[in-house]
T-cell receptor, first 113, second 108 residues
Framework: EAGVVQSPRYKIIEKKQPVAFWCNPI?????LYWYRQNLGQGPELLIR????????DSQLPKDRFSAERLKGVDSTLKIQPAELGDSAVYLC???????????FGPGTRLTVT | GIQVEQSPPDLILQEGANSTLRCNFS?????LQWFHQNPWGQLINLFY???GTKQNGRLSATTVATERYSLLYISSSQTTDSGVYFC??????????FGKGTHLIIQP
């Protein structure tokens, strides 16, 4: 069974530029999460989806971050415009229906210069 | 929100040694997971253990939910065990709250 797929794996952009990250969860997993991991810290939740509905986006900085999960499968996280402090690893995770154990993708390492 | 504390923050051991990592949390949870983050940044699931004891090879874990702590045991350490070990807790399908991790270095 394929795991959670994320792309790109690495991204370097200049500040004020837009950037987007893509996540394909494990097949059949209805719940999808985006986390941000700063250097030396544990991941922190940004947003949680149940199918195509964002059920918890309280930690998403809505002035510059947006996310979507069309058709309840793939998801995209966007930052516009990026700031230096957005440099981090962005992780996607998914959970099967009826379960709680989260499975993480390899992450996208973003560097904003 | 819930607080998660992991100890020790850093641990350096010789190959073959045993170790115990601890995770304390501040509220009742029904999701607790242990992860190993390898040098490439991948979070690898070790245990889903909101309560009880589980074993997988050289690794085992115990969660005492009533006392709000969990322990991860690593026996006969190997250099490939190096990395950061995270404990993460949550309520059901809620997002996980992670501790700051234990950075483990196994020296040959």
């Amino acid at each position: 069974e394929a795991g959670v797929v994320q792309s790109p794996r690495y991204k370097i952009i200049e500040k004020k530029q837009p950037v987007a990250f893509w996540c394909n969860p494990i097949s059949g997993h209805n719940t999808l999460y985006w986390y941000r991991q700063n250097l030396g810290q544990g991941p922190e939740l940004l947003i949680r989806y149940e199918n195509e509905e964002a059920v918890d986006d309280s930690q998403l900085p809505k002035d510059r971050f947006s996310a979507e999960r069309l058709k309840g499968v793939d998801s995209t996280l966007k930052i516009q415009p990026a700031e230096l402090g957005d440099s981090a690893v962005y992780l996607c995770a998914s959970v099967p229906g009826g379960g709680y154990e989260q499975y993480f993708g390899p992450g996208t390492r973003l560097t904003v210069t | 929100g819930i607080q998660v504390e992991q100890s020790p923050p850093d641990l350096i051991l010789q190959e073959g040694a045993n170790s115990t990592l601890r995770c304390n949390f501040s509220d009742s949870v029904n999701n607790l997971q242990w992860f190993h983050q390898n040098p490439w940044g991948q979070l690898i699931n070790l245990f889903y253990i909101p309560s009880g004891t589980k074993q997988n090879g050289r690794l085992s874990a115990t969660t005492v939910a009533t006392e709000r702590y969990s322990l991860l045991y690593i026996s006969s350490s190997q250099t490939t065990d190096s990395g950061v070990y995270f404990c993460a807790v949550g309520g059901g399908a809620d997002g996980l709250t992670f501790g700051k991790g234990t950075h483990l270095i196994i020296q040959p």
